[in-house]
């Protein structure tokens, strides 16, 4: 036992030396300071809290307080959580390493919810270097009740509406009640998150000032764009087994109705083929009336939705208007203009079935047709199985009538419904013409006729007249052969009757024509209102005017180019060989006389081959002053006429020379 209190008052011995020489080296240091604070600290119910507090230099002894009143160390509640060492009498305990913090066990809000200091004693009496840490909280959570949606004051339930006008501002109030902490909110229209109108507020709760209420407030512009949307305050808190809690309601945005047209049509309605409902929609709350109107009109067009027009016709055209009326307001008007389409009628079409004109005269006619849109006009002329295109308006006019306007008339309205041509034809008119004979001298074969030597050639001209021609003759140079007769090769055929109405076939025909046949003919048509006279040509082609003959003379006469050439190429190499042979001979040596002579010798046989001087090469000229002389002699000699020779080049130049 004595070898025990021995043993244990070494030990006591020992660390007192230790602290007394820790004191030592930590005095050499400095004062004591915090090394780290205590934090704020939440905990749930019943768990342990650890409040930290570490010092540096740490000579003091270490204490906690709970709102300003000190806290003792009790096992299994207030417990060091750093090592420590237990003194003797009138020595305190040691926190080695100056781990002063503080482990909290089983914290419970009535006890150990509030604000916590760490607090150490001075160094010794001299030295003022006792700390004391902020208040921190040490919160033992509390989970709050659910949050609750409020508008003017009154709480909106979960699920209903936060009504209001358009163009209004909502004030909603999100109120979460006995948390601890205060739990946070937040606002959510529809999916996104908005910003309240200010900071949240947090206060104690009346009666139990160890939790808090929070109180959230937004404002929303009420736009008819947000009618619908939901409205949801999001609660979080530790203390919640989801970490939060949310409360929603609809935004109930009372607005004035607009309209939107439906079935409108995109393609033109056609009289008695197509039908039409139209829908006017409102987007109204509440509930808006709906009212058809027509312009024009007093009556109601429909008190429904919807208006029908089945099947549609030219009398259902006008402007029709829908609007829509509820508690808030009206609606703009929204108009839609149908226009019915039909196809062309001819109404009228002359003035009479039968028109007479005389020849030469003007002649009209007139066509009127009703449709929608209004249609185009074309006048066609009937000929027998073709229609000649004769006026494109409603009013046909003839300033010049003639026999080729002779005949049935069609008038053709036309318009187009939906990219298709709508057409219909007039009972024909007829427009009858008196008056003396025309040739009709529009054919092409009424001007010239071609016919091949050797053939027989009819020549044939339309003639009308109404009456019929009494007198019909065809004429040339001195000869007038009447229709039904003939001479030699000459015949004229009796009149037959054309196609067309008062119209005739008038024929001359010639046997076996040659090329002196070739010449106008005139054809004479005589009735009793008057007489017509025209020309017809006929042109007969020779033998060389066969494209077979033409071909073949072309290349005799390419044959006949080709040997000239060859000739000329010959004459005129061997003029250059004869030039070389005489450059040979020019250095032998005789008298003047006889230089003389040999001169004019040379030129002489020069010119009479047609080679100029060696330096002129193949210019054909004459030197200066030789011409006169020559022209002298020519007039006065007839022998030196004869004797001039005549020099051509390819048959272009031509020089006299003595």
Known sequence: MYKTIIMNVFYLEGFIYLWMFASFLTGCYGLQRFAEQ???????????????????????????????????????????????????????????????????????????????????????????????SQPVQLVVRAAPQRPKIEHEGIQVPPGHNVTVDSKAVATVSCVSHYGNPAARLKWFLGDQEIQPLNTQLNKRETGNNRTWSATSIVQIPATRERHGETIKCVALHESYAAKSLSVEAKLDVKYPPTVRLLGAPQIDLEEGKDSLVLRCEADANPPASIVWKRAGRSEIASLQETLQLRPVGRRDSGLYTCQAQNSVGSSEPLSVQLDIKYPPKIISAGPDRLTTAPLYSPAAFDCVAESNPPATYKWYQKLKTVYLERGHESRLVIDNVTYDYQGEYECRATNTINGQERTVASDPVSLQVVGAPQILRSHPSANTVIFRKGDEAILTLIVCADPRPRHVAFEWGSL???????????????????????????????????????????????????????????????????????????????????????????????????????KGRGNFKSSDKDSEKADLKSRSDSIGIGVGPPHLDSIYTTPSGFHHHAHHHSQGSPEAMKAMPVLTSFGTHVNHVV
């Open 38 to 132: 205590p934090k704020y600290t939440e905990v749930n119910p019943g768990e342990d809290a650890l409040l930290t507090c570490k010092i540096i230099d740490k000579r003091g002894s270490c204490s906690w307080q709970k709102d300003n009143k000190p806290v003792g160390i009790y096992p299994k509640k207030y417990e060091w959580a750093g090592t420590t060492s237990y003194g003797m009498p009138g020595i305190p305990s040691q926190h080695i390493g100056g781990d002063c913090s503080l482990w909290v066990r089983a914290a419970t809000i009535d006890f150990d919810d509030g604000a916590w200091e760490c607090q150490v004693t001075a160094s010794d009496f001299t030295t003022q270097d006792a700390l004391t």
């Open 480 to 582: 007038r052969l009447e229709a039904g007769a003939g001479f030699e090769r000459y015949h004229v055929d009796e009149v037959t009757q054309h196609s067309l109405e008062d119209c005739y076939l008038a024929s001359l025909r010639i046997a076996d024509v040659d090329v002196h046949d070739s010449r106008p003919y005139y054809l004479v048509v005589e009735n009793e209102r008057g007489i017509d006279r025209h020309a017809i040509t006929l042109v007969v082609e020779g033998m060389f005017t066969d494209p077979i003959e033409m071909s073949y003379l072309a290349g005799i006469a390419g044959g006949c180019l080709t040997a000239v050439l060859l000739l000329v190429c010959l004459c005129i190499y061997a003029i250059r060989a004869r030039k070389c042979c005489f």
